[in-house]
């Protein structure tokens, strides 16, 4: 973590090695030490959810202490429980010298390298946590829950088809902390990528950002980027419309909105400094809340002439992109829970956006951040200096979002497979929870106009079903498999 007095005041006799440092690590988080981040606690996944990635990895810890989990149990019912934790902690500067693991606040035995059996874990919620320390002392911490039910329960969900529905409303959410500078100007350069997938599209489109209201000594809630406020894209802009402005046009607003300014500015313009350290604050609260932020949103726009209610619509598809380098925050310096910190939870928000808007409103919400689900997010992890986005990509993964890296070095095909699924909102239709096989199944669609199954391709997708080809008007029966 680079200070901003490093960073910026010793600039001519550091450029050398700031270009140099910038060349070789290009896709690595540039993190300006303007304050320090909280650490932040993993509630449990997304019931439902395989805590295993599609490799069968989840990463966790830090960039000092890598958590690597090999085999983490799924979630399951009462019939099938016994399981295994199989991990290694990786520290790539310094030896091992501590690994402490619980489960569900059990200390049970455990080594930097193990494979520990779970033979009675509890109906409901089970937590398996390792805490490591290398020789620097410094910690790695990273938790692994799963869901044990009592049934697997068949469900039903009838879908009315009318004419395909081409209207999208987007929230791009940005983390806009101080470490974030490289990862927006990567956004920003690839902005049309994301947009050339919406020529068929009827969008609207707004920007917020992780920041919560914070300390009200710095981040006061009248800002215009906290607490899930739509930005002011230009003069009382704050909303992008197809019917308002040029493809380039809204090209130009998101490049110039998506990259936040480094350093918090006073009402009058002037640079906010922390009293303590006398060093620059950054424009945002070093508490990212991304989760939080939309379900704030979402409130606003239950308000009366905010500029959310003018742009979110009702009846329409709903997504939400978003990109960090943290995961969501929960505590406070002192370890105690945020403010309103039910409305970080991922099921609190699909369960918000349904109730806002109808329980058949597609919502999708996509990541773009330290992928805790595969290999890659591990060398990521090593060389970004973050935090895996574990309640973030949870998220993705039950709504059907897309997850994305944040160390990729060209953000063009994240967001131009972002795009193109949120192109194809109009053949995804929600279900009442998470999908799952049941004996190798996933379910069925029955058109109910003859009673017969629907012969084109398609797939559950978290809790959407999505279709390879629009599905003709009419109504349909579809039938799939839910935990209990």
Not at 243 to 250: D, E, F, G, R, V
Not at 277 to 287: F, I, K, S, T, V
Not at 382 to 404: D, E, M, N, Q, W
Not at 448 to 459: A, E, G, I
Request: glycine share 8%; charged share 20%.
């Amino acid at each position: 973590m680079k200070s901003f007095f490093n960073e910026y005041v010793f600039g001519p006799s550091l450029i050398l090695i700031g270009f140099l440092s910038l060349f070789i690590y290009q896709n690595c988080s540039r993190d300006v030490d303007f304050n320090t981040r909280p650490s932040v606690e993993r509630p449990p996944q997304e019931p439902g959810l395989n805590p295993q990635g599609p490799d069968g990895l989840v990463v966790g810890g830090n960039s000092e202490v890598i958590i690597k989990f090999n085999e983490t149990p799924t979630d399951t019912t009462v019939d099938d429980t016994d399981t295994v934790i199989d991990y290694e902690v990786v520290t790539p500067r310094s030896e091992v010298t501590e690994v402490k693991c619980t489960l569900n606040g059990v200390e049970v035995p455990c080594k930097p390298t193990d494979r520990i059996p779970i033979t009675n874990p509890v109906v409901g919620t089970n937590t398996f946590t390792i805490v490591a320390t290398n020789a620097n002392n410094q910690v790695g911490e990273q938790t692994v829950t799963w869901e044990v039910f009592r049934s697997i329960i068949t469900v039903t969900r009838d879908i009315q088809v009318t004419a395909p529905d081409n209207r999208v409303d987007i929230i791009i959410n940005v983390d806009n902390s101080g470490s974030m500078q490289f990862e927006q100007q990567s956004m920003a350069n690839r902005i049309s990528t994301f947009m050339d997938r919406f020529e068929n599209l009827d969008y609207h489109i707004a920007v917020i950002t992780t920041s919560p209201i914070g300390d009200a000594t710095y981040w006061k809630a009248s800002l215009g980027y906290v607490d899930g406020k739509f930005i002011e894209l230009t003069n009382n802009v704050y909303c992008i419309r197809k019917s308002a402005q040029t493809k380039a046009q809204a090209e130009q607003l998101l490049q110039q909105n998506v990259v936040r300014s480094l350093v918090l500015l006073d009402d009058n313009g002037n640079t906010v400094l922390d009293p303590v350290r006398g060093q620059p604050l950054a424009e945002g609260n070093g508490w990212e809340r991304g989760i939080f932020t939309t379900f704030r949103s979402i409130e606003r726009y239950t308000q009366a002439n905010s500029p959310e209610s003018s742009c979110l619509r009702p009846n329409v598809a709903k997504h939400v992109v978003l990109i960090s380098d943290e995961d969501e925050t929960l505590t406070d310096n002192s370890g105690s829970p945020l403010p309103q910190i039910e409305k970080s939870d991922g099921n609190q928000l699909k369960a918000f956006m349904s109730a806002t808007f109808g329980a058949n409103v597609l919502f999708k919400f996509h990541s773009i951040v330290v992928n805790p689900y595969t290999s890659e997010g591990q060398t990521c992890l090593a060389s970004h200096g973050a935090t895996p986005g574990i309640l973030y990509a949870s998220l993705s993964r039950s709504t059907g979002g897309v997850i994305g890296s944040i160390c990729a070095p060209d953000y063009g095909a994240q967001l131009g497979e972002i795009g193109q699924t949120i192109s194809n909102s109009a053949l995804s239709y929600p279900l009442a929870c998470v999908a799952i096989p049941k004996e190798g199944q996933m379910g069925q669609v029955t058109s109910l106009s003859n009673n017969q199954p629907v012969t084109m391709n398609y797939s559950f997708n978290g809790d959407k079903v999505e279709f390879a080809q629009p599905l003709n008007p009419g109504s349909y029966r579809v039938t799939h498999f839910c935990y209990q």
